[in-house]
């Protein structure tokens, strides 16, 4: 039997299947502590093979704004990607339909590519004001290009998106949902402002004001985007599909007979 644990807390059923596990695939290093050590290896999450490929700014930016102009190869654009999940974050559409205009109105570089999720999306949709440098879409099909056209990236704290945020190198804004299993994505999100310097803004904490300052403590300081940017990049596990492929096939061939 094998165990792949994706968040840095691990759930229930893992814990109590893991005695009988040969290995223990890990995200997080933090996660080794709740298994046997020698039954761990912490290799990551196995991402999109989109996610590994180049993609210029200029070229991401020009398929969400493609009237956009020579803006979107101005080293002062700044384009900020808010992520609410396939269903939607309710907390996060709200706090970001009360800032997005202002922001705009006092930012004239910036725009927003704001992924609302399903069932956020009509009455967002019916709220928001028209404005160039704002995209509204339930959903983002070209995640790569979405990732890529970002500066910083306002997100939930899911297992994947962290590790996507980490293998593109992306500084973040994260706001754990707290209605998951064992509170996983708050955890998540701390490992993540250890390992990648990510902010934390926890769903009591969350309000527009809230939400527009911490944009621009990190849009505002590109010695800070760097530095969050570097850290992120430190700390992914690209290969982690081809690490933990490797490893199962090396536990394969020892259990075969011969």
């Given at each position: 039997m094998v165990i792949m644990e994706q968040n840095a807390f691990p759930g229930v059923t893992n814990r109590m299947i893991a005695p009988y596990a040969a290995k223990i695939f890990l995200a997080f290093n933090a996660c080794v502590k709740h298994f046997s050590k020698e039954k761990c290896s912490v290799y990551g999450n196995p991402v999109r093979l989109s996610?590994?490929?180049?993609?210029?700014?200029?070229?991401?930016?020009?398929?969400?704004?493609?009237?956009?102009?020579?803006m979107v190869g101005d080293d002062k654009t700044q384009v900020l990607l808010v992520l609410g999940g396939s269903a939607g974050a309710a907390a996060i559409n709200i706090a970001v339909l009360n800032m997005y205009y202002n922001m705009l109105q006092e930012?004239?570089?910036?725009?927003?590519i704001w992924q609302t999720g399903a069932e956020g999306y009509s009455e967002m949709e019916s709220l928001v004001k028209n404005n160039r440098r704002l995209l509204l879409t339930p959903f983002l099909h070209a995640m790569d290009l979405a990732y890529a056209a970002a500066d910083v990236v306002v997100s939930r704290a899911g297992a994947m998106t962290c590790t996507e945020i980490l293998t593109t190198g992306?500084?973040?804004?994260?706001?754990?949902?707290?209605?998951?299993?064992?509170?996983h994505q708050t955890n998540n999100a701390y490992i993540m402002a250890d390992v990648a310097g990510s902010k934390v803004i926890t769903e009591d904490e969350l309000?527009?004001?809230?939400?527009?300052?911490?944009?621009?403590?990190?849009?505002?300081?590109?010695?800070?985007?760097?530095?969050?940017?570097?850290?992120?990049?430190?700390?992914?596990?690209?290969?982690?599909?081809a690490d933990i492929a490797k490893c199962i096939l090396s536990l394969v061939k020892v259990s075969s007979p011969k």
């Open positions: 996610m590994r490929r180049y993609v210029s700014k200029v070229v991401a930016r020009t398929h969400f704004f493609p009237k956009a102009g020579s930012h004239k570089n910036r725009f927003i992306k500084p973040s804004i994260l706001i754990p949902s707290p209605n998951v299993a064992d509170d309000g527009s004001r809230s939400l527009e300052i911490a944009i621009d403590e990190v849009l505002g300081n590109e010695d800070l985007m760097a530095e969050m940017s570097e850290k992120a990049l430190r700390a992914a596990r690209p290969n982690a599909s």
